[in-house]
C-alpha cells in the first residue's frame, strides 16, 4: 500500500520570488533524481506541489505545499535517511526556509 508524504514550506521574510521557486522546482525535480538502492531507478510514485491558495487563513504562515507518494515506508525511509539527492536538496534550505512541517500517512490508516 502506498504511503503519503506532505510537506509544508513556510519561506524566510525576505526570501525573493525567484529563490522560492528554485527550492519548489528542486524538491520537484526529486522524484526523477532520487534513485532506489536496488533497481538504480527513479522511485518516488508521483510528486505535486505549489503555492497556497486557501481562503480559509489557517495557513499559519506556510505558504507551500507539497505532496509525494511511495510504494511503502522502506522507500519513505531511504528517503529521507539516505537518498543522497534528498539529504542534498535538504541542505539547501537553511537559509531560505522559516519552518518545514512534515505530515506522512498511508490511505485509508486512521
Same mark, same amino acid.
Given at each position: ?12 521574510? *525576505? ?34 506541489? *505549489? ?13 507551500? @505545499? ?33 519552518? @518545514? ?10
Amino acid at each position: 500500500m502506498s504511503l503519503i508524504h506532505v510537506v509544508q514550506f513556510k519561506f524566510k521574510p *525576505g526570501t525573493d520570488e525567484k529563490a522560492m521557486r528554485a527550492v519548489c522546482d528542486d524538491l520537484l525535480s526529486l522524484k526523477d533524481k532520487a534513485v532506489h538502492p536496488t533497481s538504480k531507478k527513479p522511485y518516488i510514485k508521483s510528486a505535486s506541489g *505549489g503555492r497556497d491558495n486557501s481562503p480559509e487563513g489557517l495557513q499559519n504562515g506556510f505558504t507551500h @505545499a507539497f505532496v509525494f507518494e511511495f510504494n511503502n515506508e522502506e522507500d519513505r525511509n531511504f528517503y529521507l535517511k539516505q537518498d543522497e539527492a534528498h539529504l542534498a536538496f535538504v541542505a539547501t534550505l537553511e537559509d531560505l526556509v522559516d519552518r @518545514a512541517q512534515v505530515l506522512d500517512y498511508t490511505p485509508g490508516k486512521y
